[in-house]
Protein backbone atom coordinates (compact mmCIF):
# COMPACT_ATOMS: atom_id res chain seq x y z
CA UNK A 1 0.00 0.00 0.00
CA UNK A 2 1.38 3.11 -1.02
CA UNK A 3 1.60 5.93 1.58
CA UNK A 4 3.17 9.51 2.15
CA UNK A 5 3.61 10.88 5.83
CA UNK A 6 4.78 14.20 6.94
CA UNK A 7 6.13 14.77 10.07
CA UNK A 8 7.53 18.32 11.41
CA UNK A 9 6.91 21.16 13.92
CA UNK A 10 3.48 22.48 14.16
CA UNK A 11 4.34 26.08 15.12
CA UNK A 12 7.90 28.03 13.46
CA UNK A 13 8.71 31.34 14.54
CA UNK A 14 9.49 33.91 11.92
CA UNK A 15 12.92 34.06 10.50
CA UNK A 16 13.59 30.41 11.43
CA UNK A 17 14.37 27.42 9.31
CA UNK A 18 11.36 25.29 8.71
CA UNK A 19 12.35 21.37 8.76
CA UNK A 20 10.39 18.73 7.29
CA UNK A 21 10.39 14.65 6.88
CA UNK A 22 8.14 12.91 4.03
CA UNK A 23 8.11 9.31 5.07
CA UNK A 24 7.04 6.44 2.46
CA UNK A 25 6.12 2.96 1.98
CA UNK A 26 4.88 1.18 -0.46
CA UNK A 27 7.05 2.27 -3.08
CA UNK A 28 10.94 3.18 -3.75
CA UNK A 29 12.56 6.64 -3.86
CA UNK A 30 14.49 5.43 -6.30
CA UNK A 31 11.90 4.07 -8.61
CA UNK A 32 9.91 7.61 -7.61
CA UNK A 33 10.17 11.31 -6.96
CA UNK A 34 8.77 13.15 -4.25
CA UNK A 35 7.10 17.15 -4.67
CA UNK A 36 6.58 19.15 -1.78
CA UNK A 37 3.53 21.41 -2.53
CA UNK A 38 2.00 23.71 0.05
CA UNK A 39 -1.61 25.14 0.63
CA UNK A 40 -1.89 28.43 2.77
CA UNK A 41 -5.21 28.49 4.68
CA UNK A 42 -7.94 29.04 2.81
CA UNK A 43 -6.09 29.70 -1.05
CA UNK A 44 -4.98 27.50 -3.83
CA UNK A 45 -1.71 24.80 -4.07
CA UNK A 46 1.78 25.78 -5.04
CA UNK A 47 4.48 23.49 -5.71
CA UNK A 48 7.52 23.64 -4.41
CA UNK A 49 10.33 21.57 -5.63
CA UNK A 50 10.91 17.91 -6.18
CA UNK A 51 13.65 15.49 -5.64
CA UNK A 52 13.77 13.62 -9.13
CA UNK A 53 14.06 9.38 -8.64
CA UNK A 54 17.75 9.74 -9.05
CA UNK A 55 18.20 12.56 -6.48
CA UNK A 56 18.66 15.55 -8.53
CA UNK A 57 16.49 18.61 -7.23
CA UNK A 58 14.35 21.16 -9.05
CA UNK A 59 12.82 24.34 -7.06
CA UNK A 60 9.92 26.66 -7.69
CA UNK A 61 11.58 30.04 -8.64
CA UNK A 62 9.56 31.93 -6.32
CA UNK A 63 11.37 29.70 -3.42
CA UNK A 64 14.43 28.43 -4.72
CA UNK A 65 17.11 30.82 -2.66
CA UNK A 66 15.05 29.95 0.39
CA UNK A 67 14.59 26.08 0.01
CA UNK A 68 16.25 22.40 0.19
CA UNK A 69 15.33 19.04 -0.51
CA UNK A 70 17.20 16.01 -0.21
CA UNK A 71 16.56 12.31 0.81
CA UNK A 72 17.49 9.14 2.60
CA UNK A 73 16.90 6.61 0.37
CA UNK A 74 17.70 3.92 3.10
CA UNK A 75 15.21 5.39 5.52
CA UNK A 76 12.91 6.06 2.54
CA UNK A 77 12.42 9.25 4.07
CA UNK A 78 12.58 13.04 1.92
CA UNK A 79 13.32 16.04 3.98
CA UNK A 80 12.75 19.70 3.13
CA UNK A 81 14.37 22.75 4.58
CA UNK A 82 12.89 26.31 3.95
CA UNK A 83 14.86 29.28 5.86
CA UNK A 84 13.99 32.61 6.61
CA UNK A 85 10.55 32.15 7.18
CA UNK A 86 8.11 34.79 7.52
CA UNK A 87 4.09 34.81 8.68
CA UNK A 88 2.72 34.41 4.70
CA UNK A 89 4.62 30.46 4.77
CA UNK A 90 1.88 29.46 7.42
CA UNK A 91 0.67 26.20 5.44
CA UNK A 92 -0.23 23.09 5.10
CA UNK A 93 2.54 21.60 3.73
CA UNK A 94 1.88 17.84 1.30
CA UNK A 95 4.35 15.69 0.15
CA UNK A 96 3.45 13.77 -2.84
CA UNK A 97 4.65 11.26 -5.64
CA UNK A 98 5.93 11.80 -9.20
CA UNK A 99 7.33 9.48 -11.90
CA UNK A 100 8.33 11.67 -14.15
CA UNK A 101 5.99 14.30 -15.53
CA UNK A 102 3.21 13.08 -18.19
CA UNK A 103 3.70 9.83 -16.36
CA UNK A 104 2.19 8.98 -12.68
CA UNK A 105 1.87 12.54 -11.42
CA UNK A 106 1.08 13.39 -7.85
CA UNK A 107 -1.40 10.26 -7.64
CA UNK A 108 -0.66 9.72 -3.81
CA UNK A 109 -0.35 12.37 -1.42
CA UNK A 110 0.32 12.20 2.55
CA UNK A 111 -2.37 13.84 4.63
CA UNK A 112 -0.69 16.87 5.11
CA UNK A 113 1.52 18.71 7.95
CA UNK A 114 -0.15 22.45 9.03
CA UNK A 115 2.91 25.08 9.84
CA UNK A 116 2.20 28.44 11.42
CA UNK A 117 4.75 30.52 11.48
CA UNK A 118 4.46 32.79 14.42
CA UNK A 119 5.60 36.59 14.02
CA UNK B 1 4.91 29.93 -17.20
CA UNK B 2 1.70 28.13 -18.04
CA UNK B 3 -1.01 29.57 -16.77
CA UNK B 4 -4.49 27.58 -15.67
CA UNK B 5 -7.84 29.35 -15.44
CA UNK B 6 -10.31 27.06 -13.96
CA UNK B 7 -13.91 27.85 -13.91
CA UNK B 8 -16.45 28.67 -12.07
CA UNK B 9 -14.81 29.27 -8.91
CA UNK B 10 -17.82 28.16 -6.81
CA UNK B 11 -20.84 25.93 -8.13
CA UNK B 12 -23.83 25.05 -6.68
CA UNK B 13 -26.20 22.03 -8.09
CA UNK B 14 -28.63 19.54 -6.85
CA UNK B 15 -28.35 15.89 -6.18
CA UNK B 16 -29.01 13.99 -9.50
CA UNK B 17 -27.28 17.14 -11.65
CA UNK B 18 -25.01 16.66 -14.16
CA UNK B 19 -21.59 19.02 -12.88
CA UNK B 20 -18.81 20.46 -15.37
CA UNK B 21 -15.96 22.11 -14.74
CA UNK B 22 -13.60 23.63 -16.47
CA UNK B 23 -9.79 24.58 -17.34
CA UNK B 24 -8.07 26.63 -19.79
CA UNK B 25 -4.27 26.50 -20.44
CA UNK B 26 -2.50 29.70 -21.52
CA UNK B 27 -0.96 27.21 -24.24
CA UNK B 28 -0.78 23.86 -25.29
CA UNK B 29 -0.40 21.11 -23.01
CA UNK B 30 -1.41 18.27 -24.72
CA UNK B 31 -3.27 15.95 -22.75
CA UNK B 32 -0.60 16.48 -19.71
CA UNK B 33 -3.65 17.15 -17.34
CA UNK B 34 -5.05 15.72 -14.01
CA UNK B 35 -8.19 16.34 -11.70
CA UNK B 36 -7.81 16.56 -8.18
CA UNK B 37 -11.08 16.60 -5.35
CA UNK B 38 -10.13 17.95 -2.09
CA UNK B 39 -12.26 17.51 0.69
CA UNK B 40 -12.72 19.39 3.75
CA UNK B 41 -9.75 18.69 5.94
CA UNK B 42 -7.94 16.08 3.50
CA UNK B 43 -5.38 15.74 1.07
CA UNK B 44 -5.84 15.90 -2.40
CA UNK B 45 -7.07 13.14 -4.09
CA UNK B 46 -6.55 11.98 -7.88
CA UNK B 47 -9.34 11.76 -9.86
CA UNK B 48 -8.58 12.06 -13.80
CA UNK B 49 -5.07 11.75 -15.24
CA UNK B 50 -3.69 13.01 -18.52
CA UNK B 51 -7.05 14.36 -19.82
CA UNK B 52 -9.72 11.43 -19.34
CA UNK B 53 -7.85 8.74 -17.72
CA UNK B 54 -9.99 7.43 -14.82
CA UNK B 55 -7.89 6.74 -11.85
CA UNK B 56 -8.55 3.08 -10.38
CA UNK B 57 -10.98 3.26 -7.59
CA UNK B 58 -13.22 6.31 -8.53
CA UNK B 59 -16.35 6.03 -9.58
CA UNK B 60 -17.66 6.03 -13.26
CA UNK B 61 -19.52 9.46 -12.77
CA UNK B 62 -16.40 11.46 -12.55
CA UNK B 63 -15.00 11.55 -16.08
CA UNK B 64 -12.60 14.50 -17.84
CA UNK B 65 -12.32 15.33 -21.37
CA UNK B 66 -10.31 17.99 -23.49
CA UNK B 67 -6.70 18.32 -25.30
CA UNK B 68 -4.33 21.10 -25.94
CA UNK B 69 -5.84 24.13 -24.07
CA UNK B 70 -9.21 23.38 -22.95
CA UNK B 71 -10.38 20.63 -20.50
CA UNK B 72 -13.42 19.70 -18.71
CA UNK B 73 -14.02 17.55 -15.45
CA UNK B 74 -17.59 16.26 -15.48
CA UNK B 75 -19.64 14.60 -12.83
CA UNK B 76 -22.82 12.97 -14.65
CA UNK B 77 -25.00 12.58 -11.85
CA UNK B 78 -23.74 14.64 -8.36
CA UNK B 79 -24.26 13.07 -5.22
CA UNK B 80 -24.20 14.13 -1.90
CA UNK B 81 -20.55 13.14 -1.38
CA UNK B 82 -19.12 15.15 -4.08
CA UNK B 83 -19.20 18.21 -2.30
CA UNK B 84 -15.83 19.21 -2.37
CA UNK B 85 -13.30 21.50 -3.88
CA UNK B 86 -12.28 20.27 -6.83
CA UNK B 87 -9.00 21.85 -8.60
CA UNK B 88 -7.23 20.86 -11.95
CA UNK B 89 -2.73 19.77 -12.30
CA UNK B 90 -1.06 20.87 -15.60
CA UNK B 91 1.84 18.65 -16.08
CA UNK B 92 3.22 19.41 -19.52
CA UNK B 93 5.53 21.75 -18.55
CA UNK B 94 6.28 21.68 -14.94
CA UNK B 95 3.46 22.25 -12.48
CA UNK B 96 0.69 24.58 -12.27
CA UNK B 97 -2.22 24.27 -10.22
CA UNK B 98 -6.37 25.71 -10.84
CA UNK B 99 -7.67 28.29 -8.59
CA UNK B 100 -10.31 25.35 -7.50
CA UNK B 101 -13.82 24.89 -7.53
CA UNK B 102 -15.91 24.70 -4.67
CA UNK B 103 -18.72 22.57 -4.94
CA UNK B 104 -21.58 22.74 -3.03
CA UNK B 105 -25.04 20.99 -3.24
CA UNK B 106 -28.14 23.11 -3.64
Known amino acids: QVQLKESGPVLVQASETLSLTCTVS????????VIWVRQPPGKGLEWMGI???????DYNSALKSRLSINRDTSKSQVFLKMNSLQTDDTAIYYC?????????????WGQGASVTVSS | DIQMTQSPSFLSASVGDRVTINCKAS??????LNWYQQKLGEAPKLLIY???SLQTGIPSRFSGSGSGTDFTLTISSLQPEDVATYFC????????FGSGTKLEIK
Open chain 1, 51 to 57: IWRNGNT
Open chain 2, 50 to 52: NAN
Open chain 1, 96 to 108: TRVRRFGVQVMDA
Open chain 1, 26 to 33: GFSLTNYG
Open chain 2, 27 to 32: QNINRY
Open chain 2, 89 to 96: LQHNSWLT
